[in-house]
């Protein structure tokens, strides 16, 4: 394998950009080939850049790599005005890629990053070639409109403060892992850490009361492009049986389960999955770099 000098970028993968007029977060880890392929990461609910941070190091190897926090987590702005539906996320993704001028796009999804990404496949059809969606958000529908009502009393930050904080992280992250030796400080204080701005809880309830419901099954139909589920036989927060559904209203797609993992596949088995990814993107597989 060829040896390079790390570019500045690469040291400091950090990045701003302004889009639907808020400020985005992302990273970027470049490749060495100007024409590798791009690979675009959607987190899930509550995730942000950090759950990608075991197979970014893997894939970067591959790709020239851009890791996204969405609208109201992570790092970016947790706006007032933004729209934060799944399917402006998607138009989201969409200006992200037509920003930066960014061709010959993969993208990987996680959770509800799943349905995001199925919705910027739509919008930006030309641009995007294939999917992996990893235990993807499937079949939800919007919340109740009592819910919806709810959401604008003043008091229900604190519903939503006390429903993130009920059982702490710690405890939270049991239900997305099927070995609890996982779980250290290091991925702890990764997913506590945005929940230390208060301006999270209030993206949080608009995230609540704009999410549209998941795509079904017509809808899922009109979703051509070549996906592959990766999913944890022991996924405690969208169970197998999601993914056994979705592979057969999805015109394009193969399900992938993993024996010994459960939700949060990029931090379980990073070198399976990852694995799994190039072998489906056409792109030469790890052992042979």
């Given at each position: 394998?060829?040896?390079?000098v790390?570019?500045?970028?690469e040291?400091?993968p950090a990045?701003?950009?302004?889009?639907q007029?808020?400020?985005?977060?992302y990273e970027h880890y470049?490749?060495?080939k100007?024409?590798a392929?791009?690979?675009?990461m959607i987190h899930?609910?509550l995730g942000?850049?950090?759950s990608f941070?075991?197979?970014?190091?893997?894939?970067?190897?591959h790709f020239?790599?851009?890791?996204?926090?969405?609208?109201?987590?992570g790092?970016?702005?947790?706006?007032?005005?933004f729209m934060?539906s799944l399917k402006?996320?998607g138009q989201?993704?969409a200006?992200?890629?037509?920003?930066?001028?960014?061709?010959?796009?993969y993208?990987i999804?996680h959770?509800m990053?799943?349905?995001?990404?199925?919705?910027?496949?739509k919008?930006?059809a030309?641009?995007?070639?294939?999917?992996i969606?990893?235990g993807c958000?499937?079949?939800?529908k919007r919340?109740?409109?009592?819910i919806v009502?709810?959401?604008y009393?003043?008091f229900?930050?604190y519903?939503?403060r006390h429903?993130i904080?009920?059982?702490?992280?710690h405890e939270?992250l049991l239900?997305?892992?099927?070995n609890p030796?996982?779980?250290d400080d290091e991925?702890?204080?990764g997913y506590a850490q945005?929940f230390n701005?208060?301006?999270?809880?209030?993206?949080?309830?608009r995230v609540l009361r704009?999410?549209?419901?998941?795509?079904?099954?017509a809808?899922?139909?009109?979703?051509?492009?070549p996906?592959l589920?990766?999913?944890g036989?022991?996924d405690?927060?969208?169970?197998?049986?999601?993914?056994?559904?979705?592979?057969n209203?999805l015109?394009n797609?193969?399900l992938k389960v993993?024996?010994?993992?459960?939700h949060?596949?990029?931090e379980?088995?990073?070198e399976?999955?990852?694995?799994?990814?190039c072998g489906f993107?056409?792109?030469?597989?790890?052992?042979?770099?």
């Amino acid at each position: 394998m060829e040896m390079r000098v790390s570019t500045p970028e690469e040291t400091n993968p950090a990045k701003q950009i302004q889009l639907q007029d808020i400020n985005i977060y992302y990273e970027h880890y470049p490749h060495g080939k100007a024409d590798a392929p791009v690979l675009i990461m959607i987190h899930g609910f509550l995730g942000s850049c950090f759950s990608f941070r075991r197979i970014i190091p893997i894939l970067k190897e591959h790709f020239h790599i851009y890791a996204i926090d969405l609208p109201g987590f992570g790092k970016s702005e947790k706006s007032r005005t933004f729209m934060y539906s799944l399917k402006n996320y998607g138009q989201l993704i969409a200006d992200f890629i037509e920003s930066l001028k960014i061709e010959n796009v993969y993208v990987i999804g996680h959770s509800m990053g799943g349905q995001v990404a199925m919705h910027a496949s739509k919008i930006a059809a030309d641009k995007i070639n294939k999917l992996i969606l990893i235990g993807c958000s499937g079949y939800l529908k919007r919340p109740s409109r009592f819910i919806v009502q709810c959401s604008y009393l003043p008091f229900f930050v604190y519903v939503i403060r006390h429903w993130i904080s009920k059982k702490g992280v710690h405890e939270n992250l049991l239900t997305v892992v099927h070995n609890p030796s996982l779980i250290d400080d290091e991925l702890i204080n990764g997913y506590a850490q945005p929940f230390n701005d208060q301006k999270t809880f209030h993206a949080l309830i608009r995230v609540l009361r704009h999410r549209e419901g998941d795509m079904q099954p017509a809808e899922l139909q009109e979703v051509s492009h070549p996906i592959l589920l990766l999913w944890g036989k022991h996924d405690q927060v969208i169970p197998l049986p999601v993914g056994e559904r979705m592979v057969n209203d999805l015109p394009n797609a193969k399900l992938k389960v993993f024996e010994k993992a459960g939700h949060l596949l990029p931090e379980e088995i990073p070198e399976e999955i990852s694995e799994e990814i190039c072998g489906f993107f056409d792109i030469v597989k790890l052992n042979q770099m």
